[in-house]
């Protein structure tokens, strides 16, 4: 049973995946800024680790990454059970028309087209269900 005891709530977590630094600044300080706690990963491998020691409730992932892509992290992670539920918002500079449907077949939950407006971009994470307080279940 979830409840909202002072004692079971934290700000949600999330993890922005983007090569390009100052995008990932920007998440990042917009995020804070509602209330989000904010990890940042610039390739897919370095994304796989702070998921496992950063546990988030939502990730933001660009495709094009150096080494492993957005979408193999997104296979892998959609394939671990212990990550398979995590809610995966697709942040890309590519249309959803150019968007493979192999995307949405590997678990994203949402696609957004770069550049992003802030507002829009935290009404997403609601959309995904990820306010910026998390409480846990009791």
Known sequence: MITANAE????????AVDDERHIARLIEFVLKKEGYEVRIAHSGEQAIEVIDEFSPDAMLLDL??????????????????????LAVMVL????????????LEAGANLHCT???????????LLDLKVPPVFVEAA
Not at 9 to 14: H, L
Not at 64 to 85: C, N, Q, T, W, Y
């Open 8 to 15: 079971h709530t934290r700000p949600a977590r999330v993890l």
């Open 64 to 85: 094009i990454l150096p080494g492993m892509s957005g979408l193999d992290v997104l296979k892998r992670l959609k394939a671990d059970e212990k990550h398979s539920k």
């Open 92 to 103: 890309t500079a590519r249309s959803f028309e150019e968007m493979p449907a192999e995307v």
């Open 114 to 124: 770069k550049p992003i407006a802030p507002s829009s971009l935290i009404r997403k």
